[in-house]
């Protein structure tokens, strides 16, 4: 139920002159991948620029560098991320092979690995791990038991008919508001099934989903039947849904609704029953340990009149269907061999060209980064990271930004009254290296050796907390939405901040023992 990365950061984008002169020595078949390092042996001098300057620029990085068969695509970023995840390993297999006291960050994902690759365990409870909630689906008798259930799944990253989130509110960015926004599918937009050109990716979802539920023990006819209802459903969602030009229009995406409009705009999607299992409260609540709610941000209304009209037309058992295939969706990835190969060999194969999968230790040390990253971070940091390191990137946006101040101070363009606004923004605007100067506490969360798809839910519910007891309070402008072992960076306009993390402060993009200019 959190925000994703992409809603709140715009990822760092890096021009190909820039990665082709960076550049990266191929990456050994060996064990440990080679440091990529700075070069300009990547370019293709024998191309005129003018002719085909993306050939110029990085020609003989891309001769030298076919993309690996358990890739979707390959480049700098991909080549450093790639040595990266080798540095994970090699912390991951070393706490899994030390002693370490209980809640502590080295137990905490060794725990969490081992469940990962214990797959003799997975192979021996098969489909126990998601019975419990099969049977509850079973069991639900009415609309309200539909909501409570959903509301449960969503707290513990089950996805289903709409999604929401916690973050800060766009248009009073010092405090943190609950958000409800369209979602629901499977398939990455609403154009994978309304669009003719997607008519074939549809064919092979459908038979995907039937081979799924085959494997859930159903009958050949019933998951026949249940993957056509699953597709229609989600296809009525997407007729529903606006397109990716629509949501980029951030005002027309805000929509604010007191909590009684809301349920009184919204009459067959029961949202108390909703609410209260999220302990959230609304007029209706009974629990005065409920978090009180006074308005949510909505992101797009039609959406959720739609989803009321079709609660009003379709039978409760379609959206049992539905939820059932959901359930076993999500927990795919975290279950027996079988389920996640046939998993992989869609939604990996099909939808993203990737002929292979990663080798398992990779998979499960995403895992482990997506769930509890900051554990992890911190043995990363300990590791890698050094202080100088730090300290030395520091330095360097500093300087960056006194040049920029300066310059800024005398643009002749700009008017002084503009000027004035535009350097009292810039006085606020903060960086963020490395990793956090204190790194989230998981003990809380209970994470076991022999339960892979548990410590998922677990830690999933627990992040779900975290961020729901924030509604109405000020933003932590300390919080970093990125791990710090991550390969990527961000700027956040709502917190007028870039921020850095430990895994892209190495070569190629930056090296201690090289010039500024370079870094």
């Not at 390092?37 to 990085?61: H, L, Q, T």
């Not at 379709?314 to 539905?322: E, F, I």
């Not at 194969?349 to 482990?368: C, D, H, N």
Request: glycine share 4%.
């Amino acid at each position: 139920m959190k925000i994703s990365k992409r809603n709140i950061a715009l990822f760092l984008q890096t021009p190909a002159l820039t990665l082709a002169a960076l550049g990266a020595e191929a990456i050994s078949s060996s064990n440990e991948p080679r440091v990529p390092r700075f070069s300009i042996e990547y370019m293709d001098r024998s191309v005129e620029p003018g002719v085909d300057f993306y050939k110029f620029a990085d020609g003989n990085w891309v001769k030298n560098n076919p993309v690996p068969p358990d890739k979707a695509r390959w480049a700098s970023f991909s080549e450093l991320a790639e040595r990266n995840w080798f540095l994970i390993h090699e912390i991951l297999e070393d706490s899994a092979n030390a002693s370490a006291s209980t809640h502590s960050p080295r137990r905490e994902v060794a725990d969490f690995y081992a469940s990962a690759m214990d797959t003799n365990r997975l192979e021996q409870v098969g489909f126990k791990p998601i019975a419990n909630d099969l049977k509850r689906i079973e069991n639900i008798e009415s609309t309200k038991d539909l909501f409570a259930l959903l509301a449960d799944f969503h707290k513990r990253g089950i996805g289903g008919i709409f999604g929401t989130g916690f973050g800060p509110d766009a248009k009073n960015s010092a405090i943190y508001a609950f958000h409800l926004r369209q979602g629901g599918l499977s398939l990455p937009d609403r154009d994978y099934y309304l669009t003719e050109s997607f008519a074939e990716t549809r064919g092979k979802y459908r038979d995907h989903m039937r081979k799924m539920f085959t494997l859930l023990s159903e009958t050949k006819e019933d998951a026949e039947a249940h993957a056509a209802t699953v597709l229609d459903l989600e296809t009525a969602l997407a007729q529903a849904s606006r397109t990716r030009v629509e949501l980029r229009n951030p005002d027309k995406n805000y929509n604010k609704f007191k909590t009684a409009d809301l349920i009184a705009t919204n009459h067959a999607i029961l949202w108390p029953a909703y609410f209260s299992e999220l302990g959230l409260s609304t007029s209706d609540s009974d629990s005065k340990d409920d978090l009180p709610v006074p308005y949510e941000i909505v992101g797009q209304p039609e959406f959720f009149a739609a989803v009321d009209k079709l609660l009003r037309e379709r039978p409760l058992s379609d959206w049992k269907v539905y939820l059932r295939w959901h359930l076993l969706h999500s927990a795919a990835p975290y279950l027996h061999h079988a389920v996640e190969e046939e998993n992989f060999a869609f939604f990996g194969k099909v939808l993203t060209g990737q002929p292979e999968q990663e080798p398992r230790w990779k998979r499960s040390a995403k895992v482990i980064d997506s769930h509890i990253g900051e554990a992890l971070g911190q043995l990363y940091v300990e590791k890698y990271f050094p202080p100088e390191a730090r300290a030395r990137m520091n330095e360097l946006v500093e300087n960056l930004k006194a040049v920029f101040r300066d310059r800024l101070d005398r643009l002749d363009w700009m008017t002084q009254q503009t000027r004035a606004k535009a350097l009292a923004k810039f006085a606020r605007f903060t960086q963020k290296i490395g990793h956090p100067d204190k790194f989230r506490d998981y003990s809380s969360v209970e994470l076991r050796p022999d339960d892979y798809l548990g410590n998922v839910r677990r830690a999933t519910a627990f992040e779900e907390h975290r961020q729901k007891i924030r509604i109405g309070k000020p933003v932590d402008k300390s919080e970093w939405h990125m791990t710090p072992e991550t390969v990527n960076a961000y700027f956040n306009p709502l917190q007028n901040e870039i921020v850095f993390p430990a895994g892209i402060l190495q070569p190629p993009f930056f090296d201690i023992t090289l010039d500024d200019a370079v870094n």
